[in-house]
């Protein structure tokens, strides 16, 4: 997959990680940018075609998908933090998550697909998180659907495997947006895991690990869980 020539579509992209993919898409060579929002008014990227969509309402995947039969590049941005947690938290928030991380871009794949398919395979960028591969008490919905995001790029890549789509998932720890302002650590900027992402299309790679902290979580997946958890289990 060449990025210089594509044809991409972005959601989310009227703000962080999604700005920065509209914007270097364009500066690596896109022929067509589709950069798309609730409100696509609030995008300000000059030279993107600007696009209303939102992925937890299926008429309005339907109708972009119909707007923009050309794609041969999806990136899944969309996203939402609620700070909800499972036990205790609003199931409104927790399924909003769900909604907009697993279903929303389960929505978008599947009405994707064929238009890949047809645009010669292809390929698809769903954005997702070291949180994909941990829980943290105040942000378990967001864990939780993270990780069921994961599982479907997985399962996806299986599937359209046989059409000659790549799907890339790309893992991350906290970036430099509005997403994460209250957080104090330290903060990918978010060019640089866009860059990542595109060289790991280009390259045919199947996952991206963004940062050293990300690949220390999935690594730790072969441990034991106590030595992971341990401090937040004894706080």
């Known amino acids: 997959m060449k990025i210089s020539g594509s044809i991409a579509l972005v959601t989310g992209a009227n703000r962080g ?8 898409l364009l500066e690596r060579g896109s022929a067509k940018v589709y950069a798309t929002a609730r409100n696509p008014e609030s995008i300000d990227i000059p030279g993107v075609e600007r696009l209303r969509l939102d992925i937890t309402d299926p008429a309005s995947i339907a109708a972009a998908a119909a707007a923009t039969t050309d ?3 999806l990136v899944n941005n969309a996203g939402v ?32 697909a064929p238009l890949l398919a047809a ?26 659907a993270k990780a069921a995001e ?16 790549l799907v890339t998932g790309v893992h991350l ?36 690990v963004v940062d050293e902290w990300s690949a220390g ?8 869980p106590f030595e992971f958890y341990r401090a937040s289990l004894a706080s």
Request: charged share 20%; proline share 1%.
């Open 173 to 208: 720890g906290s970036a430099d947006t509005d997403m994460s302002a209250a957080y104090q650590g330290s903060k990918v900027d978010p060019a640089d895991v866009v860059r990542a992402a595109l060289d790991g299309v280009e390259a045919g790679r199947l996952e991206v």
């Open 119 to 144: 645009n010669g395979g292809g390929a698809i960028v769903n954005v997702l998180s070291a949180l994909s591969w941990f829980s943290y008490d105040g942000a378990n919905a967001y864990s939780a």
């Open 17 to 24: 990680i999604g700005r920065q993919f509209a914007q270097l």
């Open 150 to 165: 994961w599982s479907l790029t997985n399962g996806a890549r299986l599937e359209l495997a046989k059409q000659n789509t």
């Open 81 to 112: 933090l609620t700070g909800a947690n499972l036990v205790t938290g609003d199931l409104d928030q927790i399924r909003l998550e769900m909604d907009t991380h697993f279903y929303g871009t389960l929505g978008m794949i599947r009405a994707y």
């Open 71 to 73: 794609v041969d590049l």
């Open 217 to 224: 979580v999935k690594a730790s997946l072969a441990r034991d």
